[in-house]
């Protein structure tokens, strides 16, 4: 049995959200910038959810596109 504080890092944000938090810290050798620091959590999560996606592809091409199914870049994307 896992305990609370460490299921939350088992979520994918979160997981994207912490290791960026920790990139930055790391790059700028103190308290992180939380503008630079939120932009980097949503760059991991797009690239770590496509090739989550990429890994199990859809039954059809043809197959709907749902919210959960598309990532924010393919949202600006469909947008245009």
């Known amino acids: ?3 609370p ?3 939350i890092l088992d979520d994918l944000f979160h997981a994207c ?3 960026a938090y920790v990139d930055e810290a790391a790059a700028t050798g103190g308290q992180p910038c939380r503008e630079r ?3 980097r959590a949503y760059r991991y999560y797009e690239a770590d959810l496509a090739a989550k996606n990429a890994a199990c592809p859809r039954a ?3 197959a709907p596109v749902t919210a959960s199914s ?3 870049t393919q949202v600006r994307e469909l947008a245009f």
């Open 5 to 7: 504080s460490s299921e």
């Open 60 to 62: 059809s091409s043809n």
């Open 17 to 19: 959200a912490f290791r």
């Open 70 to 72: 598309t990532t924010a």
């Open 37 to 39: 620091t939120k932009y």
């Open 1 to 3: 049995m896992t305990t």
